[in-house]
């Protein structure tokens, strides 16, 4: 048992780093968790094997004596007339009943309670669980995805399946309900409610699922439904402290809301199942919501026909560049205005995941600069872990930036490091500008602002993960080894405002990303200034 407790101990540190909480917010740190479960799984194995073992042997104990005790209690004095049954009598109370009780106290949950209290310092916390919760909320939103096409695992592109019981639906809705999100807090109940009427048993009573879901519909504005709901808790439990009060509330509203009207009777309440157009969805703070998301499903996209007539493929060799003589790089048109371009074959599998490699160490949660105070914060809108790679770290890393100058024809020397990014569950990057609109960044002084971005496709992504451009209806998906290349300012330094753009929910897969922008200072002749703002 030592001897496994220390080869699992071992074994976890070389997979894991202590957890800074926000693991949700990575799929590749994420996949260290799935060795760390696994390990536990076979210390809980060794820990049930060693418990059998200890029954067997107090088992076997018992059947010994019960026999012998049976033989000495029929005839004491004949049994100890024998001298060696009193000398082994002797024996096994001063000795082997020692023993046994030694055995009976050996605890050999000590190993196993060990290595938990040893790996817990890398498990996820509270604030993961309610993140990736809240990411599958986005999920649904984003993809006009119903409640049960999660329970049921029904999603694009899913190699494994994976199911959600009532217990956890329910936990997704007393979350959301705790947020006060009544919207998301009415779809898990419903179907909480929904999966407990089918059949399935569940450790959450159904009275509890009726409590949340009554008052969240409430919340939502439906009292003949709030009524509807509430008394079948009555009915479950007429004792239930709450229901009674909420029902004769709820009933002395819709009577008012009906004198109010002129109405004297009240309509049945609505009997059709809750679904995700049953309410409307809450308005929010980000007023492109709906063109960002339909975008993000592949709709609503401004590709005509005379536009897609303006897009072409082309060789490029870096104006002879030697290094893009002999391979030239292969690059398509993806938009004609703004001009966003997509090279083909832009890195190998090899460079990837060496990038991924280097990076993975030093992922942490990626910020934003605040638009008020400029200091580099988390924001719930960036939902990814980022690294930052230097030329010096790897060969690899000198060589990618190099390209990435041959290719563009724009210096590198004052661009920012690689930033490496993982999406975890859901992650995205809301609608943002790459160049800065605050003047005054001390970082603009030096090398100026972020004149062009270059983002590096590191994997495919099964479902989501799209680049979207709201603005004007673009859409580029994700295609491991290529990368895409946009000016975020116009000849004349001015901000190009078309060029906001998002990164959509990660619905399923992993989405690797690397970016270099490309800063102002040291183009001057290599992308002249324009006569005109907007050139």
């Given at each position: ?16 780093s ?15 968790l ?33 026999l ?9 004095e ?7 049954n009193?000398?082994k ?8 009943w ?51 096409s ?52 569940a ?13 969240s ?8 439904r709030?009524?509807e ?8 439990d007429?004792?239930?402290q ?40 809450p ?10 998301e339909?975008?993000c ?16 493929c ?6 002879r ?6 391979k ?67 060969p ?22 690689l ?8 992650g ?8 800065s ?24 992504v ?45 619905l399923?897969g ?11 200072r040291?183009q ?12």
């Amino acid at each position: 048992m030592a001897t496994f407790l220390m080869l699992t101990l071992v074994t976890l540190s070389s997979f894991c780093s202590p957890a800074q909480a926000e693991i949700f917010t990575s799929i590749g740190q994420m996949t260290d968790l799935i060795f760390t479960e696994r390990e536990l799984v076979q210390s809980l194995k060794e820990y049930i094997e060693a418990e059998e073992s200890k029954l067997e042997a107090v088992k076997s104990w018992a059947n010994k004596l019960d026999l012998l005790t049976r033989a000495s209690t029929s005839d004491p004095e004949g049994f100890l007339a024998h001298p060696v049954n009193a000398y082994k009598l002797m024996k096994r109370l001063n000795t082997e009943w020692s023993e046994l009780e030694s055995l009976v106290l050996q605890d050999p949950s000590d190993g196993f309670i060990s290595n938990m209290s040893v790996h817990r310092q890398y498990f996820p916390d509270e604030e993961d669980e309610k993140g990736a919760a809240k990411a599958l909320m986005r999920l649904q939103d984003t993809y006009k995805l119903d409640s049960e096409s999660f329970s049921k695992g029904k999603l694009p592109g899913v190699r494994y399946n994976a199911l959600l019981t009532v217990d956890d639906c329910f936990d997704m809705g007393k979350l959301a309900y705790n947020e006060n999100d009544y919207y998301h807090s009415v779809l898990w109940m419903q179907q909480a409610l929904r999966q407990m009427d089918s059949g399935e048993d569940a450790k959450t009573p159904k009275a509890d699922i009726l409590d949340y879901l009554s008052y969240s519909v409430y919340q939502m504005g439906d009292l003949p439904r709030a009524i509807e709901l509430t008394r079948r808790l009555v009915a479950i439990d007429p004792s239930h402290q709450r229901a009674g009060g909420n029902l004769r509330y709820f009933e002395q509203l819709l009577s008012k809301e009906l004198r109010d009207r002129g109405r004297s009777e009240q309509e049945p309440a609505d009997e059709r199942p809750i679904q995700l157009d049953t309410y409307e969805r809450p308005k929010d703070y980000l007023p492109e919501r709906e063109v960002y998301e339909a975008l993000c499903r592949g709709e609503g996209v401004k590709m005509t026909t005379k536009r897609q007539s303006r897009l072409f493929c082309r060789y490029r060799d870096g104006n002879r560049n030697p290094r893009l003589l002999l391979k030239p790089m292969k690059e398509e048109d993806e938009w004609d205005s703004p001009h966003i371009v997509r090279f083909l074959e832009a890195l190998s599998d090899e460079e990837i995941e060496k990038i991924k490699e280097l990076a993975k160490p030093k992922l942490a949660r990626a910020t934003v600069r605040d638009p008020n105070t400029g200091v580099l914060t988390v924001a719930h809108y960036r939902v990814s872990k980022s690294a930052w790679l230097e030329g010096e770290d790897d060969p690899v890393i000198e060589r990618v930036n190099q390209r990435i100058e041959d290719i563009t024809g724009l210096t590198v020397d004052t661009a920012e490091l690689l930033q490496v990014a993982n999406y975890g569950v859901g992650g995205q990057y809301e609608p943002h500008y790459d160049f800065s609109r605050r003047p005054f960044d001390s970082n603009l002084k030096v090398d100026g602002n972020r004149l062009a971005t270059y983002l590096n496709y590191m994997s495919d992504v099964e479902a989501g993960g799209a680049t979207v451009f709201p603005d004007f209806g673009a859409v580029i998906w994700p295609r491991k080894g290529t990368a895409v290349f946009w000016y975020n300012l116009f000849k004349s330094g001015e901000g190009d405002y078309r060029t906001r753009h998002a990164a959509c929910p990660v619905l399923v897969g992993s989405k690797w990303v690397s970016n270099k922008w490309i800063h102002e200072r040291g183009q001057e002749f290599r992308r002249p200034c324009g006569l005109t703002e907007v050139d």
